[in-house]
């Protein structure tokens, strides 16, 4: 595998990311098929489909048992093949897969398809012979697809896999899968009776070598790959698979992802309260949207948005016209929009004139937004299409017609939509509800003519979902533009990080954890550290009454729990009180020596509570999250992920995704506070959790929001070991 270029000292670099070359699986000359037999499902159907669906390059059957197979010589070996193949296709029992795999890497094949199971997914001998088959890749220099792999198909290349019931058609869409099986017999099938077609299908198999990161890197670059679609069961290497997605996004090239094991991984033990306010799932939705991948919940959603990017350029904006026949279906529509923020403006001036001027419509009145054309709209389409497409107003068309798709009417209503796309400077998307079954199933009814040329949705969902994933597509990508990439972020997290040194394996001390904070411009409250009583009277006569005192000991992280904590001492009596309670509270929960003494700061009030943190993850390594803090963090049970890095953008999307913006600026009491003081905020605590490794925990709860700023009045911090 490929991994990122890295400067000199092993940080990743600002560049672009690597792409393997991978033209010699999807487009070889040449290819040898070992094991290659008529009697094996899977090598003899990849050799009948490679030689049925149009490759014109040279095969060589490797197989010692035979002399002859499809009227070509059979090799021994593929070490006797009589040139280097630009693919070796592995079919062989799994015990012989290493064997071959270094013969061809040492011959200098560049690609080696193993299409053997057996391995890490099967049994402890398996997972052997995998760590020794990625021992081979890397010694050899091989690229190694699998194993346990289902095969790849390119539309304008190769087709190599057993399981492809029909000729690939050329398409745009590129698609990596984790799955092999529902990469060809349900994404394939299913998009090719919609007359929607792929570029490329790869299935992943193990991936012992290349990985899906790496195919997307490729398909991102290839000129005939309008959108990249992927079905992602686990990533071993999140983060070079996010920095490839973004990269490939930030360049033009959407990815839409259906990500699958919600509840995949173990929850992590966690001492902090921000622990437990974030989700696997959630991890994935935050990374995925930081990066501009779009988060796709099916197979069938994933192919009509795939065909919305295929088939249209990309919107000027989110302003939709619909124009229906159904005056029920408008009205849906018009909620559907609304759900997806896609804008619906007025139809009026000359546009709503030109509508009302068409007499079949037999309107009184004027038009909304969505338009009811009723039925007799159907008649007139290019005379709607006139009105309607010329007005600089809207982005984006949708004519959704409630009417059958197969009888004599509908051979006009499709040749007049074909046109109006055709003709159309912006995207016209075809909504058609009606019926859709023949009475002679023999014919090829007018909606599936017309799904020849452009997309045709038959759900009212799907067809939004489609338009609306093409204008978030460009909203993501002018966002990624405007900032930072992931690498350059950890880069600068990374250059802080350098004078910054934090004991390992144990949860930090108040004046530990104030350097670590301090080192990323975290403010934190003013606070003494008192170890008598005369201590923290001084202490509290200095910071001013009233006053907070709490016991520091990292042998007791949750003071408050133990009765540690006195909150609101407003006389130097009071505090000699206070101070001998929490003394006492905490003697009887820990030992002297784990105490280092009594922290007094002042009472910060007349404010907004918030809670920032880092959690562990298992996945991504650390997560970070915001929220409405104090008592609000279990009353309303809200917050946000991120996983760092992170940028600004993204800290205020967080921010703006929960009730914490709006108690900012809709304050019962007193005037608004800044929304933007929080987001820097939780951008340092982004880059502490991308430039510091040891940090495994950090709760900052509450931080109280003033209108001097975001101060944290108390903090845990918990080291890796």
Same mark, same amino acid.
């Given at each position: 595998?490929?991994?990122?270029?890295?400067?000199?000292?092993?940080?990743?670099?600002?560049?672009?990311?690597?792409?393997?070359?991978?033209?010699?699986?999807?487009?070889?000359?040449?290819?040898?098929?070992?094991?290659?037999?008529?009697?094996?499902?899977?090598?003899?159907?990849?050799?009948?489909?490679?030689?049925?669906?149009?490759?014109?390059?040279?095969?060589?059957?490797?197989?010692?048992?035979?002399?002859?197979?499809?009227?070509?010589?059979?090799?021994?070996?593929?070490?006797?093949?009589?040139?280097?193949?630009?693919?070796?296709?592995?079919?062989?029992?799994?015990?012989?897969?290493?064997?071959?795999?270094?013969?061809?890497?040492?011959?200098?094949?560049?690609?080696?398809?193993?299409?053997?199971?057996?391995?890490?997914?099967?049994?402890?001998?398996?997972?052997?012979?995998?760590?020794?088959?990625?021992?081979?890749?890397?010694?050899?220099?091989?690229?190694?697809?699998?194993?346990?792999?289902?095969?790849?198909?390119?539309?304008?290349?190769?087709?190599?896999?057993?399981?492809?019931?029909?000729?690939?058609?050329?398409?745009?869409?590129?698609?990596?899968?984790?799955?092999?099986?529902?990469?060809?017999?349900?994404?394939?099938?299913?998009?090719?009776?919609?007359?929607?077609?792929?570029?490329?299908?790869?299935?992943?198999?193990?991936?012992?070598?290349?990985?899906?990161?790496?195919?997307?890197?490729?398909?991102?670059?290839?000129?005939?790959?309008?959108?990249?679609?992927?079905?992602?069961?686990?990533?071993?290497?999140?983060?070079?698979?996010?920095?490839?997605?973004?990269?490939?996004?930030?360049?033009?090239?959407?990815?839409?992802?259906?990500?699958?094991?919600?509840?995949?991984?173990?929850?992590?033990?966690?001492?902090?309260?921000?622990?437990?306010?974030?989700?696997?799932?959630?991890?994935?939705?935050?990374?995925?949207?930081?990066?501009?991948?779009?988060?796709?919940?099916?197979?069938?959603?994933?192919?009509?948005?795939?065909?919305?990017?295929?088939?249209?350029?990309?919107?000027?904006?989110?302003?939709?016209?619909?124009?229906?026949?159904?005056?029920?279906?408008?009205?849906?529509?018009?909620?559907?929009?609304?759900?997806?923020?896609?804008?619906?403006?007025?139809?009026?001036?000359?546009?709503?004139?030109?509508?009302?001027?068409?007499?079949?419509?037999?309107?009184?009145?004027?038009?909304?937004?969505?338009?009811?054309?009723?039925?007799?709209?159907?008649?007139?389409?290019?005379? #709607?299409?006139?009105?309607?497409?010329?007005?600089?107003?809207?982005?984006?068309?949708?004519?959704? #017609?409630?009417?059958?798709?197969?009888?004599?009417?509908?051979?006009?209503?499709?040749?007049?939509?074909?046109?109006?796309?055709?003709?159309?400077?912006?995207?016209?998307?075809?909504?058609?509800?009606?019926?859709?079954?023949?009475?002679?199933?023999?014919?090829?009814?007018?909606?599936?003519?017309?799904?020849?040329?452009?997309?045709?949705?038959? %759900?009212?969902?799907?067809?939004?979902?489609?338009?609306?994933?093409?204008?978030?597509?460009?909203?993501?990508?002018?966002?990624?533009?405007?900032?930072?990439?992931?690498?350059?972020?950890?880069?600068?997290?990374?250059?802080?990080?350098?004078?910054?040194?934090?004991?390992?394996?144990?949860?930090?001390?108040?004046?530990?954890?104030?350097?670590?904070?301090?080192?990323?411009?975290?403010?934190?409250?003013?606070?003494?550290?008192?170890?008598?009583?005369?201590?923290?009277?001084?202490?509290?006569?200095?910071?001013?009454?009233?006053?907070?005192?709490?016991?520091?000991?990292?042998?007791?992280?949750?003071?408050?729990?133990?009765?540690?904590?006195?909150?609101?001492?407003?006389?130097?009596?009071?505090?000699?009180?206070?101070?001998? %309670?929490?003394?006492?509270?905490?003697?009887?929960?820990?030992?002297?020596?784990?105490?280092?003494?009594?922290?007094?700061?002042?009472?910060?009030?007349?404010?907004?509570?918030?809670?920032?943190? #880092?959690?562990?993850?298992?996945?991504?390594?650390?997560?970070?999250?915001?929220?409405?803090?104090?008592?609000?963090?279990?009353?309303?049970?809200?917050?946000?992920?991120?996983?760092?890095?992170?940028?600004?953008?993204?800290?205020?999307?967080?921010?703006?995704?929960?009730?914490?913006?709006?108690?900012?600026?809709?304050?019962?009491?007193? %005037?608004?506070?800044?929304?933007?003081?929080?987001?820097?905020?939780?951008?340092?605590?982004?880059?502490?959790?991308?430039?510091?490794?040891?940090?495994?925990?950090?709760?900052?709860?509450?931080?109280?929001?003033?209108?001097?700023?975001?101060?944290?009045?108390?903090?845990?911090?918990?080291?890796?070991?």
């Amino acid at each position: 595998m490929l991994s990122d270029e890295t400067d000199d000292a092993g940080s990743p670099s600002t560049g672009s990311v690597s792409v393997p070359e991978l033209d010699p699986l999807f487009d070889p000359e040449s290819v040898a098929v070992v094991g290659a037999s008529p009697d094996s499902f899977y090598s003899g159907n990849l050799v009948e489909n490679l030689l049925e669906y149009g490759f014109n390059g040279t095969l060589y059957p490797v197989n010692p048992g035979r002399d002859e197979v499809w009227d070509r010589q059979c090799y021994d070996h593929i070490s006797g093949v009589p040139e280097t193949v630009d693919l070796a296709v592995v079919s062989v029992p799994r015990e012989h897969v290493v064997d071959v795999v270094e013969s061809a890497g040492e011959r200098g094949v560049p690609v080696a398809l193993v299409l053997t199971a057996g391995f890490a997914e099967a049994d402890d001998t398996g997972a052997d012979l995998e760590a020794e088959l990625a021992a081979t890749a890397t010694e050899t220099g091989i690229q190694v697809v699998g194993p346990n792999c289902i095969g790849v198909m390119a539309s304008e290349g190769a087709t190599l896999t057993s399981t492809c019931s029909r000729e690939p058609q050329p398409g745009g869409i590129g698609l990596v899968s984790q799955s092999g099986a529902l990469a060809f017999t349900t994404f394939f099938e299913r998009a090719a009776d919609n007359d929607v077609h792929f570029s490329h299908i790869v299935s992943t198999g193990n991936e012992v070598d290349l990985t899906a990161a790496d195919y997307v890197a490729y398909l991102a670059e290839q000129d005939d790959v309008d959108v990249v679609c992927t079905y992602i069961e686990g990533i071993e290497d999140p983060e070079r698979f996010l920095r490839v997605a973004e990269h490939a996004v930030r360049n033009g090239t959407p990815v839409l992802t259906v990500k699958i094991g919600a509840s995949e991984l173990a929850e992590a033990a966690t001492l902090s309260h921000t622990g437990s306010l974030t989700g696997d799932d959630d991890a994935w939705t935050a990374a995925l949207n930081q990066t501009g991948v779009e988060r796709v919940p099916d197979i069938p959603d994933l192919l009509a948005r795939a065909s919305a990017h295929t088939a249209y350029d990309d919107p000027d904006g989110d302003r939709v016209c619909i124009a229906s026949t159904s005056g029920g279906l408008a009205s849906l529509l018009a909620d559907m929009a609304a759900e997806r923020d896609l804008a619906l403006p007025d139809i009026d001036g000359e546009t709503e004139q030109q509508l009302l001027n068409i007499e079949e419509l037999l309107t009184y009145g004027g038009f909304n937004n969505p338009a009811d054309i009723r039925g007799y709209g159907a008649h007139v389409l290019p005379e #709607i299409a006139d009105a309607v497409l010329d007005d600089d107003a809207f982005d984006a068309y949708v004519f959704a #017609i409630g009417l059958p798709g197969v009888d004599e009417r509908a051979e006009t209503i499709a040749e007049d939509l074909a046109t109006i796309a055709s003709e159309a400077d912006d995207p016209v998307y075809v909504l058609w509800t009606g019926r859709k079954e023949p009475d002679k199933p023999t014919e090829t009814p007018p909606y599936a003519r017309l799904r020849e040329s452009i997309p045709v949705y038959e %759900d009212p969902s799907r067809c939004l979902d489609a338009l609306a994933s093409t204008a978030d597509f460009v909203t993501a990508r002018t966002h990624l533009t405007d900032q930072p990439s992931r690498t350059e972020l950890v880069v600068d997290a990374r250059e802080t990080a350098a004078s910054v040194d934090v004991p390992r394996g144990r949860v930090l001390t108040w004046q530990e954890s104030k350097r670590l904070l301090d080192a990323y411009d975290i403010p934190v409250v003013e606070t003494h550290l008192a170890t008598d009583v005369d201590e923290a009277v001084a202490a509290a006569e200095d910071v001013g009454f009233p006053v907070v005192l709490k016991i520091d000991s990292p042998a007791l992280p949750h003071r408050t729990d133990a009765g540690a904590v006195r909150l609101d001492v407003d006389s130097a009596e009071a505090v000699r009180a206070a101070y001998e %309670d929490v003394m006492d509270a905490a003697l009887a929960a820990v030992d002297e020596d784990d105490i280092e003494g009594v922290l007094v700061q002042p009472m910060v009030e007349d404010g907004v509570e918030a809670i920032a943190g #880092i959690a562990p993850d298992e996945v991504f390594g650390s997560l970070v999250s915001v929220g409405p803090g104090g008592v609000l963090v279990e009353a309303l049970d809200e917050s946000a992920t991120l996983v760092p890095p992170f940028s600004r953008a993204a800290a205020r999307a967080a921010v703006e995704e929960t009730a914490l913006a709006s108690l900012l600026r809709d304050r019962r009491e007193g %005037d608004a506070l800044s929304v933007d003081a929080i987001v820097d905020f939780l951008t340092q605590v982004g880059e502490l959790a991308a430039g510091v490794d040891a940090v495994a925990e950090l709760d900052l709860n509450p931080v109280v929001v003033t209108e001097h700023g975001p101060v944290a009045v108390d903090a845990l911090v918990r080291t890796r070991e």
